[in-house]
T-cell receptor
């Protein structure tokens, strides 16, 4: 069991470019969550997805950010026209469909906007 | 709105000391509470999960307790070691499959 896989581990983008962050949940997990950790701050919820459905996106900034979890393939967090303030660590977590055995987190993607 | 607070924000102790990290939450209607460890520049490692019906969980030198009615949890670390140095995060889940709400963490340093 490979756990939650996130890639890339580090991503550098210039202001105005697009950033795509990928997350493959643990085998058997059908819930995916994205969290953001700004420098010197705690983890903040962004979005919760199931396959082909966005369940809760109340933590997503209104503009430039989008997320998807297609029927096949990883979940993608997309940031368009990145700005310096988007520099942060982005973590993905997954959990099983029924019951709660807790969340398993990936190692994160550290985005640096230059 | 659920809010999670962790005290202290930072803690430095000599090796071998027993210590307690505190977590409080404002809404006692939680589904479960999870303690994580985060090493600098790394992801989160789950330490202990306490379901709302449980009072405590133990794993090795770690023991976590939960008092839902008072909105508190503690993480007890026995015989601390330098390798325990990390940031410890408390997070609550209000319903099965819902988001986690995190505290700001306690940064622990265990000095040899």
């Amino acid at each position: 069991n490979a756990g939650v896989m996130q890639n890339p581990r580090h991503l550098v983008r210039r202001r105005g470019q697009e950033a795509r962050l990928r997350c493959s949940p643990m085998k058997g997990h059908s819930h995916v969550y994205w969290y953001r950790q700004l420098p010197e701050e705690g983890l903040k919820f962004m979005v919760y997805l199931q396959k082909e459905n966005i369940i809760d996106e109340s933590g997503m900034p209104k503009e430039r950010f989008s997320a998807e979890f297609p029927k096949e393939g990883p979940s993608i967090l997309r940031i368009q026209q990145v700005v310096r303030g988007d520099s942060a660590a982005y973590f993905c977590a997954s959990s099983p469909l029924y019951g709660s055995s807790g969340y398993t987190f990936g190692s994160g993607t550290r985005l640096t906007v230059v | 709105k659920q809010e999670v607070t962790q005290i202290p924000a930072a803690l430095s102790v000599p090796e071998g000391e027993n210590l307690v990290l505190n977590c409080s939450f404002t809404d006692s209607a939680i589904y479960n509470l999870q303690w994580f460890r985060q090493d600098p520049g790394k992801g989160l490692t789950s330490l202990l999960l306490i379901q709302s019906s449980q009072r405590e969980q133990t794993s090795g030198r770690l023991n976590a307790s939960l008092d839902k009615s008072s909105g508190r949890s503690t993480l007890y670390i026995a015989a601390s070691q330098p390798g325990d140095s990390a940031t410890y995060l408390c997070a609550v889940e209000v319903a099965s499959g819902s988001r986690l709400t995190f505290g700001e963490g306690t940064q622990l340093t265990v000095n040899p």
